[in-house]
């Protein structure tokens, strides 16, 4: 019996230990296949995170792109209203030369109109003055004439 409980004893550890055997071949087959789906996971998530940083680095890229493209219009429209600003600014200035050149030109008809005038109506106040003097001229003479006798104005047409 004891040969028989050690030869039972002995079945027993040998089934344990194939038993054993095969836990362990599974636990290192889970592992194993744990181990390849993390490293799958990790291949995916490595892909995911490249992918993710081009996409990004894509983006920066049209991000910039259109910055540079933004400034360049910019550039061009503030030339753009400089180039407007110094043409109307030119063509303001080159009105007010204008406008002074005729201002001037007028102020100068003006003056000799003016001096015209003066000098016309000075000659028209000559005249009249002339005119006046020879005026009370006739007028003193034939008061003279008037204040003569007619004795006296025989005379004088005899004479």
């Known amino acids: 019996m ?25 636990l290192r087959n889970t592992i194993s296949a744990m181990r390849d789906e993390l ?3 990790r291949i995916a998530e490595e892909q995911h995170v490249a992918s993710a940083i081009a996409q990004a680095n894509d983006e920066i890229k049209q991000l ?16 753009g209203e400089e180039d407007r600003i110094q043409s109307a600014v030119s063509t303001a200035n080159d009105e007010i030369r204008q406008l002074r ?9 003006l003056d000799k109109s003016r001096f015209r005038e003066e000098s016309s109506a000075q000659s028209a106040v000559a005249k009249a003055n002339d005119e006046i003097k020879q005026l009370r001229g006739t007028i003193q003479a034939l008061r ?3 204040d003569r006798t007619p004795a006296e ?7």
Not at 13 to 22: I, S, T
Not at 66 to 77: G, V
Not at 153 to 159: A, D, M, T
Request: glycine share 4%; net charge negative; aromatic share 0%.
């Open 101 to 109: 050149g005729t201002v001037n030109a007028l102020r100068g008809e």
């Open 64 to 79: 910039r792109a259109t910055i540079n493209a933004l400034r360049d219009e910019l550039d061009r429209a503030r030339i």
């Open 153 to 159: 104005q025989k005379r004088e047409s005899h004479s």
């Open 144 to 146: 003279e004439q008037l």
């Open 39 to 41: 490293e799958k996971a």
């Open 2 to 26: 004891i040969e028989t409980s050690m030869a039972e004893t002995t079945e027993e550890l040998e089934q344990r230990v194939r038993d054993a055997d095969g836990e362990i071949r599974h």
